[in-house]
Structures are given as C-alpha cells and as structure tokens.
C-alpha cells in the first residue's frame, strides 16, 4: 500500500510529560515522525502539537485512533489537504562568495525571503512558505553552497469560512 | 466497560464543608467515598505516612511478599470480584517491581489503582534514595499515569484515577505520590463529578450499523459468534447467550473469553487460536460471518491474517476505536460497549422472521459436530499421570464451581482446555502479556474477593516458582487458596516448541532441582500433597481442596506431554498439529 503524507494537528493539555505520551506512542507503536512543533495557544492550559507522518492508510487511522485514545489530547484534526493553510519557516546558512552575492539576493526577492544575517563569506535567510516553496528555494541555494539550516517543521490551520 | 455513573460519581451528598486535613487523610477519604474495602500492598519509606493513615482505617491491607504480587492479586480481585483492585507500594524498587503486573493488566484490560510512593518533590531528578521516574516508566503500560505535585490536586487525580480505570475500556493507572505531597495539609472539599473533557467513550453503537448486522444475520449460511474479554468486563454475558440461542449461531471465544458462554452449551465451539479446539479453528476458516465482541484479534487468535476468516464478513464491536481494523480489515465496524451494544442488537433480531432456525442451520451445526467427532480434544491416560486428566479430574470434583487462575504455558492451556467454564469471572489468567507468576498472586486477589469460592491456581513448576514467596501472604491472612501444579520438571511450553521446531534440542528448560513442593508448602505454614500414580490423582484432589488452608498439590505428570491442538506461530489457524 503507497505511503501518505499526512498533517495532524491537536490540542493537548499543557503539561508535564504530554508530549513525551505523544511521541513515546510514536516510537511504541513504530510510527514514524517526519517533524514535530508544539507550542502554547491562547489558552496557556492548552498547546498545539504538529506532527507530519508518512504511513499507509490503515496506519494513519490507526495513528488518528491511538492518538485521540491519549487523555491529555484533548482534540485532533488530520490537516492534510487543501482544506487548511500550512507554513514553514527556514534559516539557511548560505555561502555568499563576491560573485554569488547579487544571485542569491536575486533568489531571496523572487521567494520573497530575507536575509537576517550578512557576513563576509555568508548569508543567513529566513524563509516562510510550504514544503514546494522552501524544497524549491534549497534547490536553487544549493549549487552556492549550504553550510547550515534549520527547519522548523510544518504548521497548519484549518481555513476559517469565507 | 464498566459504565458510567455506576459508582462513587452518583452519590450526592447534601453538605459540602471543606475541613483541612493532611494528604494521607484526605487519600483515605477518597478511597473510602470509591468503596474501597482491600488494598494489596508492601510498605516502605516513601509510604510510611499512608501506612501510617491506613492503619487508622477499617480498609484491609494484604502485605504481599513482592510488590509483582500486590499488583497481580490486585487484578485478580478486579477480575473476580468486579471491582477496581488497589495497591500501595513504596517508591524506587517498589515501584518497578509492579511493572510487570501493571503491564499484564493493561494488555488484559483490567481496572486497577497502583497507587506509588515517591521521594519528596525537592529531591525529584536529583538521583535520590529510591527515586526512579515511575511515571515516564509505566506510561506506555498503563491506561494513564499521574505525578501529584502539590496537595490540592490530590483528590481530583484520586478521583480520575478511579474513573479511569473503570470506565470505558478499563486498565491500570498509576498515581505517584510524593513523601512531602501527602504530608501537605489541603482545605479538603469532597469532589462530585469528574471532569475530564477529552475523555468520553463511546458506550451507544450506532444504530444503523446494528440494522446491517441484522441483515447480514439474516443471510447467512455459516456464521460464528467470536466473543473475548469485554464480554466478561462488560457483563454482557447474558445478552451474548441471548443471541446465540435465538439465532443459532455457534460460539467461540478466546481465552480472555472464557466463561462469557456457557462451556456445556450446545452451541459451545470451544477455544479459538493457536490451542483451540479443532471445531472452533476449522469453523472459523469455513464461516461466511464472523460477529466478533469485546476482541482484539491477538495474533494468538487469528494465526497468519490474511487466511483469517477470509471467506467471512465480519462485524466487530469494541469499545476501544483502535481495537477496530488494527489486526483484521472488518465488514462492519461499532464502536460501543458490548453489554450496551448487544442490549440493543436483541431486539433488532426480534423484528426478523428467521423463520425455522434449527432447520436452517442443520447443515452448518452438522459440520461441525462432525469436526467434533473426528478430532475431539484427546489423550490417553496410561501408566504415568497425564496433566490433562489432572484437570479433567479437578472439573469433575469441583464440579466446574471453583474460581481457577493460571499461571503462564501448558498449565494455562490446559485448564482452558479441559475446565469447562460456565459462567464469567471464573477463569483469571494473564492472557496477553503471559506473565508467568501470575497465578498464585492473582488466586489471592480473587480469594479475598470472593471468600466463599474455592479458587484453585492450576500452575506448572516452573511459573509456581517465580512468585512462591506469595504462600506466606496466603497463610498470614488466612487466603485458603489451593494450588494445583502440574510438575513436568520442563518449562513445558518452551519444551513442547522446542521438540516441534528446534528438533528437541531442549536448551535450557529442563527443571531438575525444583524445591520438594509438598516440604516447601509446609514450610510456608501451609499443606502439602503429592500424587504420583493416576489412581491417586482425585483423591489427592478431594483432599486438598477439602481443607480450609492454603494447600500445594504437586502431581507428578508426564514429562513430555504436549498441549494440542497447535498451530504453528504465523500459520493459518486451520493447520493444526494434531497430536
């Protein structure tokens, strides 16, 4: 069975040990965890955890069900789709020799990126877009020369009702 | 499956003063409002204060010999008795000496409270004295864990403890308590309802689901009740036997299943799985409809998947979702409580003209009276005892009215085999995990629990000797539990793989210098009997179980008897080793 890429969002309760439920269900069970945020929502009682995961389909319910088995989950939305905006944020450490500098602050304009540190030798850029966007932008950084990146891992809202 | 309201949430008490009272205090006021009578427990420093505080209440403590036992007895109290079982360790090797039990009740599903000490909240993560982090620990074995961290929160966490442990598909949960937490003082204000909003099982199946169950029903030619543990924790076993009855439909259940259906009925198939009967596993390939209840379709059970049934639609009902299309794709999916679920199916049924049911189902009963008759369960007693006779022997004196745990292998499949179980609650045994030790602790639990039942913990040599220590417990308070080993100085299982697959190299599982089992029982305080010639294996019986104190009965059985029928591990369930 092809494997799907799935995005899952939920509301847990802001405690100690939640997430350690939640990602020693992951690596109990065998799933697997591409990236992982969580932070804090308005309601400081309560976070939201991001998860991306790739399984087939039957394990992805599975992974839905065990998920919303947690008591401290308090809610869980699969995101995969149209349906809800998703975001991702980069810093990419580039190298910026002299006769690379004017092309890669060319790249930064057309993604509409920023450059947030600038040294001799190097560029660092902040990049915000989905997986397409950034996996675009690294190909084209690439030939440059990548020294660092750090990824934040995806993001989603379900869109509200027009 | 126990349901909601049933218990402490529906008492309503008109005065609600707060008064100040120390955590301990409050811990037994709140265990008391839950109605607990026994806790299974092993002091240490961690609980002194609580041991301290229990000692002042008329709740009755069973000092174990090893905190594995208080939990394991703890489950057989749970499962006897139907109520939440409760035990007290002290932190640090108290703790992790329940994980084994708390891991055997939670594949088994069953409502306990391990309740653990821990070293005061300045001292956690500073490696201290018996500190370990029994939380992180047992978080993957248990239904939910909690850390109480100040006072205040210690009766709400008691209280979804109990809760949770009860409620939709029950299981362990750990509550560890800090030395300073239950010293603390706290305005106590007796807490009504439970408020956990992100919980809320499913007991009411869907409606519409039923209706096409029924029409499935209607339609077929050879269908199969499979029915497992959530029968028995949901006691539903009555509306399981309904069903049967009126629509002819032969039953199997597996072994956490036993007793759910009436093992003398005629619709009985036997057990299904890798030790089922003949019929059973042979019904099960040939049926175009399996009703499957309250299973979670262990690989025990269902042997290679995909030749699983695979002729048949299935309909599956379970409280717990994800028991639902983990093991087995299913025709029909209910997510609902077994009792409430079938409560509701009946009557559907009713509505239905079935028309002669008997007639219609001849042909299938026929087939499988005939798979009866040719392969019965079989063996021969000759010169040396044989340990199926042993427990055939042990029915026929009990009359099938004895409470029976097990310990963990051939013992255990055995008693499954040849006890024919009437009613539910009468067969304990550690079905998912396979926890050897577990029957002598869990006799005790389930003696307390019902102690005007004769209850007889059928054992082997081996897995009598991981928690024997226990006989002292038995004799301290007075547990007349009986213990039936069936002595083949092998691990017989491990043996009996070995002989079949690994061509009776028996590496390592030869038990020579087992204890003198009769002198070991006197030792403990306790009455020893053995029998070695099958003439004497009833009256040994008749003794033993006749005297009102703990007894070993050592039966010397034949070395290399084997349990059959067998499916060989990840094997279609209808290729069975026969004998």
């Known amino acids: ?162 | 499956m126990y349901r909601r309201n049933n218990h402490a949430t529906m008492k309503s008490r008109t005065v609600q003063k707060s008064k100040t009272l120390t955590g301990t205090q409050v811990l037994m006021e709140v265990l008391k409002d839950e109605g607990v009578d026994t806790i299974f427990g092993f002091p240490g420093g961690a609980v002194i204060d609580i041991y301290d505080e229990l000692a002042k209440t008329d709740i009755r403590h069973v000092l174990v010999r090893h905190e594995q036992g208080a939990v394991h007895a703890a489950d057989g109290y749970a499962r006897a008795g139907g109520k939440v079982g409760v035990c007290l360790v002290t932190s640090g090797p108290g703790a992790t000496n329940t994980v084994t039990g708390i891991a055997s009740a939670y594949m088994d599903s069953i409502p306990i409270v391990v309740l653990t000490g821990q070293v005061p909240t300045h001292l956690i993560g500073n490696d201290a004295f018996q500190e370990v982090d029994i939380v992180g620990i047992t978080r993957p074995c248990t239904k939910h864990n909690y850390l109480v961290q100040s006072a205040e929160d210690l009766p709400r966490i008691i209280k979804e403890a109990f809760y949770l442990a009860q409620s939709g598909r029950p299981g362990p949960v750990l509550v560890d308590l800090p030395k300073d937490v239950v010293a603390g003082k706290l305005d106590y204000v007796p807490q009504e309802e439970v408020n956990l909003k992100s919980y809320n099982p499913t007991y009411h199946p869907n409606k519409k689901q039923l209706r096409k169950v029924v029409e499935l029903i209607e339609h077929a030619e050879k269908p199969v009740i499979f029915a497992g543990g959530g029968i028995i924790l949901s006691k539903a076993s009555e509306e399981l036997t309904e069903l049967a009855r009126k629509t002819q439909i032969p039953v199997t259940t597996s072994l956490m299943g036993l007793g759910a259906f009436p093992g003398t009925d005629p619709l009985w198939l036997g057990m299904i799985g890798m030790h089922g009967t003949y019929r059973a596993n042979m019904s099960t390939g040939a049926c175009d409809l399996m009703i499957a209840i309250g299973v979670r379709f262990d690989d025990r059970v269902t042997g290679k998947t995909e030749a699983f049934a695979s002729q048949a639609n299935i309909v599956h009902i379970d409280i717990d979702p994800t028991s639902i299309r983990k093991n087995i794709p299913v025709t029909i999916p209910i997510v609902g409580d077994c009792k409430t679920s079938l409560k509701h199916l009946n009557p559907l049924i009713d509505q239905i003209d079935l028309g002669d049911i008997h007639t219609k189902r001849k042909k299938w009963l026929d087939q499988i009276e005939q798979w009866k008759n040719t392969k019965p369960l079989a063996y021969k007693q000759e010169d040396v005892i044989k340990p199926q006779y042993v427990i055939e022997k042990l029915y026929e004196v009990t009359k099938g009215n004895a409470i029976i745990t097990t310990e963990v292998g051939q013992n255990q499949m055995w008693a499954a085999q040849y006890y024919h179980f009437e009613r539910p609650n009468h067969f304990i045994t550690s079905g998912g995990l396979g926890c050897m030790g577990f029957g002598l602790p869990a006799a005790i639990g389930a003696q307390v629990a019902c102690p005007d039942k004769l209850v007889v913990d059928v054992a082997g040599d081996g897995s009598i000797q991981m928690n024997i220590q226990e006989m002292a417990t038995a004799v301290q308070c007075c547990l007349p539990v009986k213990v039936v080993i069936l002595n083949n100085r092998y691990l017989g299982m491990v043996r009996q793989w070995q002989e079949l697959f690994y061509e009776k190299r028996y590496a390592c599982t030869g038990m020579d210098h087992a204890p003198d089992f009769v002198k070991l029982a006197e030792a403990f305080g306790a009455v020893g009997l053995r029998a070695s010639k099958p003439e004497e294996v009833e009256s040994v019986l008749k003794e033993g179980l006749s005297i009102p104190q703990p007894v070993i009965m050592d039966f010397e059985v034949d070395q290399e008897e084997s349990v059959y029928p067998m499916v060989p591990a990840g094997a279609p369930i209808t290729e069975m080793l026969l004998v």
């Open chain 1, 1 to 162: 069975m092809q494997e799907e890429k799935h995005i899952m969002t939920m509301l847990v309760d802001n405690e100690p040990g939640v997430l350690s439920r939640v990602v020693g269900l992951f690596s109990g069970k065998g799933f697997n965890i591409e990236s992982l945020c969580v932070a804090p929502t308005m309601d400081l009682k309560v976070s939201r955890i991001t998860i991306v995961t790739k399984a087939n389909p039957p394990v992805i319910e599975q992974i839905e069900k065990q998920l919303r088995k947690l008591i401290n989950v308090i809610k869980l939305r699969d995101m995969t789709g149209p349906k809800a905006v998703k975001r991702e944020m980069a810093l990419i450490c580039v190298r910026a020799k002299p006769e690379h500098r004017a092309e890669i602050l060319r790249i930064v304009d057309i993604f509409r990126c920023k450059v947030v540190d600038v040294g001799l030798e190097h560029y660092i850029i902040e990049v915000t877009g989905d997986e397409g966007k950034l996996t675009a932008l690294l190909n084209l950084l690439k030939p440059m020369g990548i020294e660092k990146i750090a990824r934040s891992g995806a993001l989603a809202l379900y869109r509200e009702p027009r």
